[in-house]
């Protein structure tokens, strides 16, 4: 018999006992206009750009990872994994997600607000 979760399983699992609910974390703005020029890795943007724009950032992960591995240029969908990544409340994910796409694109001013903001969450802990 197979008790392992899945991921999914696990972040919708209720919190036990005891347990207080973080604030939630700020919004960041999501990159929602595809990149240029046009690739395959576009269909997949757009679908998980969709998904996080209905608050569903679980299901918006694999289309955002795909858009970026067929598209390594791509780095909105990048910055939008951190948003993905961030929404799930995975702040410790979603810095080390940012400071890749900082040290793909040092001056990608989108990748250095959302920055700002999970540093300031991180250091608040």
């Known amino acids: 018999m197979n008790t392992a979760l899945s991921l999914e399983d696990l972040l919708r699992q209720k919190p036990g006992p005891g347990f207080i609910k973080p604030d939630p974390p700020p919004e960041l703005p999501i990159e929602d206009d595809p ?7 576009q269909d997949y ?3 998980g750009v ?22 390594e240029s791509n ?25 890749k796409v900082l040290s793909i694109d040092p001056d990608n001013q989108t990748a250095r607000a959302h920055l700002k903001i999970i540093e300031r969450r991180l250091s608040s802990k």
Do not use: R
């Open 45 to 47: 943007f757009k679908k």
């Open 75 to 99: 780095i909105k969908a990048a910055n939008n994994i951190v948003i993905a990544l961030w929404q799930l409340q995975c702040p410790e994910l979603a810095f080390k997600t940012v400071n």
């Open 50 to 71: 969709t998904f996080l724009k209905d608050k569903s950032p679980f299901e918006a992960l694999p289309y955002l990872y795909a858009a970026w591995v067929l598209d």
């Open 35 to 41: 990149p240029e020029p046009e690739n395959d890795s």
